[in-house]
């Protein structure tokens, strides 16, 4: 009989270690298609509760496709995407999102006839915790002033904060935001840097697909670097700096 060993007052269980120590998102051997299109070819990255981690990688690498095989949007996909414990392989996008993933694909998806508090009132509430109206208010001034204005009338900053603030009412803990900057002017990317740090610290988990790795160093704890389809370099924040030619030859910048 293997003896129990004795917790020290005030040391929590080991299983609750292990469960700490378990990655909120595990990715392993994920290859995806589009018809006969070979897309992905054993992508592997895991993300912990908490983090803010990017895709880094030139058009084509396979980083949209792997935020689309994460939410079941491809039929054709194989391997292994372990969310919270689950695995999601074999469940439909709708059953994949009331785990509590959300996604904000790159064209935004917002509603054009719709003004924003229509935009802000459409999605469904999958899982307990998503953010009041008041507290998207809170947390986006700018759709405060603008909640009565229709989606064909925001600015693409603007457009981009509401399609963020939509996600973050469904109740969805990881956050999937796909080029977020893209086309912004700089002062905008600032600001969706900040909103990106401000969610960091209510202990929201965002996977960022970026090709701006300026940007990416300003909000994120690690970096995976994605080529022909699967990861070949990973890199914490504080070493960037001592690999930025790795990362420029990799990049194309």
């Known amino acids: ?8 007052p005030g040391e929590k269980p080991r299983a609750d270690a292990a469960a700490r120590a378990r990655p909120l998102l595990g990715v392993r051997d994920l290859d995806a298609w589009y018809g006969e299109s070979h897309v992905l070819h054993g992508m592997e990255f895991e993300i912990a509760a908490g983090e803010v981690v990017t895709l880094l990688g030139r058009n084509g690498a ?3 496709t792997t935020m689309r095989a994460i939410m079941g949007m491809l039929r054709q996909r194989s391997g292994s995407i372990v969310f919270d414990g689950v695995e999601t392989m074999a469940l439909r996008s709708d059953r994949i999102a009331r785990l509590g993933i959300g996604y904000v694909p790159e064209e935004r998806g917002i509603f054009a006839s719709l003004d924003v508090r229509e935009n802000l009132e459409l999605p469904p509430v999958v899982k307990p915790g998503g953010m009041s109206v008041a ?3 809170d947390l986006f001034p700018r759709l405060r002033e603008r909640r009565a204005s229709q989606g064909t009338k925001l600015s693409g900053g603007e457009q981009q904060m509401l399609a963020i603030a939509r996600v973050l009412r469904t109740g969805a803990k990881l956050l999937l935001l796909d080029e977020p900057t893209e086309g912004l002017a700089p002062v905008i990317v600032q600001q969706i840097g900040a909103i990106i740090g401000e969610l960091k ?5 965002i996977l960022l697909v970026e090709q701006n790795f300026h940007f990416a160093a300003t909000v ?5 670097v994605v080529e022909h389809g699967q990861v070949v370099e990973m890199f914490r924040n ?3 700096g001592s690999n930025m030619k790795t990362l420029q030859d990799y990049l194309g910048v």
């Open 220 to 224: 994120a704890d690690r970096h995976y």
């Open 238 to 240: 504080e070493d960037i």
């Open 1 to 8: 009989m293997v003896e129990a060993v004795p917790e020290t």
């Open 62 to 64: 396979g980083k949209t």
């Open 201 to 205: 610290r209510k202990g929201f988990t």
């Open 135 to 137: 507290e998207v208010y």
